[in-house]
């Protein structure tokens, strides 16, 4: 019988958001003196708190050159609980739902303190390339991720869409 | 299980969540451990049994909140305060070098200097806290550990530290750690030992305990509270060992009480250390020194502290003390601190009339002086200091000018405490961070003709042989084995 135990974040008197923001000072940073293929990261505005980052589909995937856009949201409690990402393009994939919401460990419970906004990315892109079949969100891509690649092809290219578009 | 029974038990399980251990102090006071044995008075009968135990082996404890983290939590703490122990400054600078040298480990598996560099110096400030608290001796420095692991966000950065280095560790020794483990140890690192809401294993203990506590000297001890078998709580010890296998601990030991999933700290009585009555030691060197422990190098007898020492004493007066006490310079010292600004005035000037009350602490302490006084405090008063001091002085300096007139210095002021006329009488803890060996301790010294036990000492009296008291009982035996 499991017993359901609170723990987190609720209400724990952070240091304040300025460390956090200190923190996300310097990831930006790093981010923008080592720039990285395919990955872009920017603050909304200069609270810091929310950021707008951008991947790129890996070559060979299904994704290939298509470009997809994030919302991170950072809390109080960053870098001790995970920040909030969700797509903001329209993707098809097994781990993401229909509203963009991702089904990833280090974005849950395998989240740690010594991970970053890149690593984040870095692993989100690897997961358009080799998505977790054994718990999908989207049962129907899962599907056809193994028996038909075309089929996933075209359900991939019918619901992206380019970064244009969704602005507009 | 009827309806009933899961009613019950989701009733428990609600409760459990409203528990005090999800609320409270990150970290709790410290507190007398009957205090679990009633708590578990009326639980199972284990439980019971191993309890009512507990207070009588382990005088005191402490709460750390059930949020996930206080396995961490309270492993970090209880290594803050096995440092303070120590209670030297030198030891926490030590630890700070030594975790600063164990970065290569985090760079080798891979972690971002620039992400775990914010944790790392959550735990160095804290160190430096520690240290400087010690160096002050204000006494402060439980209170320090106790409000930083109370505060979220620095407490989060130290345990996260200490969880990337564990992580570190293990993978740098694979061959220790991997035996225990059915699947990579990169993934069991990442997922169990990094991850923010990982809670405290067995296996990061010993990570720790290899590269952090054992190092340090201090053991860890693990109680194992639950429903096994047996009268006892099941005890696990991280201890540093020699070569051999012998435990060579400093004395100090790290204890937590585990109880199935949820970690507080635990205290023997002899762990605690005494309640001192802290009070701040004014940082007079000089001469608590001298009193104490000989001559210190940097030894610069400061006559005005000198001089309002001696007023204290009573019936000794500034115009007796000022011919009689030459100013002290041992030549030694190339370039002697600078004499404290006195105005020039006439060495032996009779003491004006009356003598000026000197707004000053110390002069509370003083009957006032007049000048008729003076002349018969010098001759008849027990505590004269007539005789020449023979002590390896150059007297390159004149006498220093001492006037009633002039004002107290203000360092006497600044520093304000209480004069300690003995070492007997120095604060416990007082100048923890320096080694007060007397220099009769040494071998060399013990060996060398000014020792009076050496023969070539002039005061050396051999010790005389009295056959009478030595033999005094095997005589007695002898007789009666003659006798018979």
Known sequence: MALSATRGANGSNASGSSTVAQRLQKELMDIMMNPTAGITAFPDDENMMCWTATILGPDSTPYESLIFKLSMEFGATYPYEPPTVVFKTPIYHPNVDMSGRICLDILKDKWSAGLSVLSVLLSLQSLLGEPNNASPLNGQAAEFWDTDPAAFKRHVLARHKAPEELDA | ?484
């Open chain 2, 1 to 484: 299980m009827s309806e009933e029974e899961l009613a019950q038990f989701q009733k428990l399980s609600n409760e459990y969540s409203a528990d005090q251990n999800t609320t409270g102090p990150y970290v709790g006071e410290r507190q007398s451990s009957s205090a679990i044995a009633t708590e578990y008075a009326n639980a199972d009968r284990v439980y019971q049994i191993k309890t009512a135990a507990l207070p009588s082996q382990y005088a005191y404890f402490r709460t750390c909140r059930g949020d996930g983290h206080c396995g961490w939590r309270a492993l970090a703490f209880t290594y803050y305060e096995a440092l303070l122990r120590v209670g030297d400054v030198n030891k926490l600078e030590e630890e700070e070098a030594r975790l600063q040298s164990m970065h290569n480990l985090l760079n080798q598996v891979g972690f971002q200097e620039h992400v775990y560099i914010d944790f790392a110096e959550e735990v160095y400030m804290l160190l430096q806290k520690l240290a400087q608290s010690l160096r002050s001796m204000d006494g402060n420095a439980e209170n320090i550990l106790l409000e930083t692991f109370n505060d979220y966000g620095t407490a989060m950065g130290i345990i996260t530290f200490f969880k990337l280095l564990a992580s570190a560790w293990m993978q740098c020794h694979p061959n220790d750690f991997q035996p225990f483990l059915e699947y990579p140890l990169k993934t069991y690192c990442s997922d169990n030992i990094e991850a923010s809401q990982a809670e405290l294993d067995h296996l990061a203990i010993g990570a720790i305990s290899n590269a952090v506590t054992k190092p340090a000297g201090f053991a860890i001890h693990v109680l194992y509270l639950d429903r096994s078998e047996g009268t006892s709580i099941d005890t696990h010890r991280f201890e540093p060992v020699d070569q051999n296998g012998m435990s060579i601990t400093n004395g100090i030991t790290m204890r937590l009480l585990y109880r199935p999933g949820h970690y507080d700290i635990l205290y023997k009585a002899e762990d605690v250390p005494a309640p001192i009555q802290q009070q701040p030691v004014p940082a007079q060197a000089p001469l608590q020194v001298a009193l104490a422990a000989g001559y210190a190098e940097e030894f610069v007898p400061r006559s005005n502290n000198m001089t309002d020492i001696m007023t204290m004493i009573p019936g000794l007066s500034y115009t007796g003390l000022s011919q009689q006490w030459p100013s002290v310079s041992y030549d030694y010292d190339p370039s002697p601190a600078p004499q404290p600004q006195l105005q020039p005035v006439p060495t032996y000037a009779p003491a004006p009339t009356p003598a000026a009350p000197v707004a000053s602490s110390h002069q509370e302490y003083v009957t006032p002086v007049h000048a008729s006084h003076v002349g018969h405090a010098q001759s008849h008063h027990p505590l004269r200091l007539e005789t020449p001091i023979t002590l390896p002085i150059h007297n390159s300096r004149p006498p220093p000018p001492m006037a009633i007139d002039c004002p107290a210095p203000p360092v006497t002021i600044e520093k304000g405490g209480p004069f300690r006329p003995s070492m007997y009488e120095l604060e416990p803890g007082f100048g923890s961070g320096q080694l007060h060996h007397l220099p009769f301790q040494t071998s060399i010294f013990r060996n060398s003709h000014y020792n009076t036990a050496h023969y070539l000492n002039p005061d050396f009296q051999p010790e005389e042989w009295s056959p009478d008291s030595e033999y005094a009982t095997g005589n007695r035996g002898r007789l009666k084995s003659t006798s018979q």
